[in-house]
T-cell receptor, first 120, second 116 residues
Framework: KAGVTQTPRYLIKTRGQQVTLSCSPISGHRSVSWYQQTPGQGLQFLFEYFSETQRNKGNFPGRFSGRQFSNSRSEMNVSTLELGDSALYLC???????????????????FGPGTRLTVL | AQKITQTQPGMFVQEKEAVTLDCTYDTSDPSYGLFWYKQPSSGEMIFLIY??????QNATEGRYSLNFQKARKSANLVISASQLGDSAMYFC?????????????FGSGTRLQVQP
């Protein structure tokens, strides 16, 4: 089974621009979560989508947004880029919220390779 | 408040030896799950092992095992017979069941270097 794919792998943008990142989950997975990883703040949760609806949101400004399509693929968008948005953006997929920490599957999140965004 | 604490920024281990990576957590939720992930320099987070709060036995997955001490709120990862390919960042993460938040909360990570 193919893993989580993210495109593009690398991006260089300038301040003020906007960017769209894409994530394709593992086949059959319906939940997609996004995380931002920076050296200073570590791994931080951005948002989660399930059935094309945002189910959870982290503590990020409104410049960060996302959506999910009917095939579970997800995109996240960052508008008016700032230098501090430079980070590795990780997408994770899982089966979905019905399986809440129950054996045998704890609804483990499986991550993609990430998109490394550099804002100049 | 920090919910996951990894106190070892870096660890060295000799090839073929065992190593323990520490993780302590804080939660008032009676039902939660603890996950360990490995992140090589390529950036991808690789799921290693999971421990549920109600699991009676410590989780094991191949060379990975979890030393789960619920009363102490610790979930240390044990890697047996270290290999050069184990050199990576290791993250402990937690998800609480009853808060409704499905997001993983990560620790700051431990960089493991396996020496030949």
């Amino acid at each position: 089974k193919a893993g989580v794919t993210q495109t593009p792998r690398y991006l260089i943008k300038t301040r003020g621009q906007q960017v769209t990142l894409s994530c394709s989950p593992i086949s059959g997975h319906r939940s997609v979560s996004w995380y931002q990883q920076t050296p200073g703040q570590g791994l931080q949760f951005l948002f989660e989508y399930f059935s094309e609806t945002q189910r959870n949101k982290g503590n990020f400004p409104g410049r960060f947004s996302g959506r999910q399509f009917s095939n579970s693929r997800s995109e996240m968008n960052v508008s008016t880029l700032e230098l501090g948005d430079s980070a590795l953006y990780l997408c994770a997929s899982s089966l979905g919220p019905e399986l809440m920490l129950t054996r045998p599957d704890p609804d483990t999140q499986y991550f993609g390779p990430g998109t490394r965004l550099t804002v100049l | 408040a920090q919910k996951i604490t990894q106190t070892q920024p870096g660890m060295f281990v000799q090839e073929k030896e065992a190593v323990t990576l520490d993780c302590t957590y804080d939660t008032s939720d009676p039902s939660y799950g603890l996950f360990w992930y490995k992140q090589p320099s390529s950036g991808e987070m690789i799921f290693l092992i999971y421990q549920g709060s109600y699991d009676q036995q410590n989780a094991t997955e191949g060379r990975y095992s979890l030393n789960f001490q619920k009363a102490r709120k610790s979930a240390n990862l044990v890697i047996s017979a270290s290999q050069l390919g184990d050199s990576a960042m290791y993250f402990c993460a937690m998800r609480e069941a009853y808060t409704g938040r499905r997001a993983l909360t990560f620790g700051s990570g431990t960089r493991l270097q396996v020496q030949p």
